[in-house]
């Protein structure tokens, strides 16, 4: 079993960064693929970015390439999202997730990932 607790969220106005982070507890972090979802009221879940934990793959949604960024420390267990000029559609609930089936291959669907943390409010002002 995998636990994760997101933290970072809050209300911000458009334009400035924020740092969400997700961390990591009951397995060894190097055996996991990391990944970032948002759900928006209303539509389906989204994936936003991936990492296997080596940091050799990583991947984005082609709509927020040059805005956000996933990372890890190694020390703290735990993986980010950096994003930055942060814009009103950014506005969602942020969930982290992870799978431990292994492979080089980052999943992309939600259904690639069996952990998931309980979501962290992102809500953007213009």
């Known amino acids: 079993q995998v636990q994760l607790v997101e933290s970072g969220g809050g209300v911000v106005q458009a334009g400035v960064s924020l740092r969400l982070s997700c961390a990591a507890s009951g397995r060894t972090p190097s055996s996991l693929i990391m990944g970032w979802f948002r759900q928006a009221p209303g539509k389906e879940r989204e994936f936003v970015a991936a990492?296997?934990?080596?940091?050799?793959?990583?991947a984005y949604e082609d709509s927020v390439k040059g805005r956000f960024t996933i990372s890890k420390d190694n020390a703290k267990n735990t993986v980010y999202l950096q994003i930055n000029s942060l814009k009103s559609e950014d506005s969602a609930v942020y969930y982290c997730?992870?799978?431990?089936?292994?492979?080089?291959?980052?999943?992309?669907?939600?259904?690639?990932?069996?952990?998931w943390g309980q979501g962290t409010q992102v809500t953007v002002s213009s």
């Open positions: 990492m296997i934990w080596s940091g050799a793959i990583i």
């Open positions: 997730a992870a799978t431990d089936r292994g492979g080089l291959v980052v999943p992309l669907p939600r259904t690639g990932y069996d952990y």
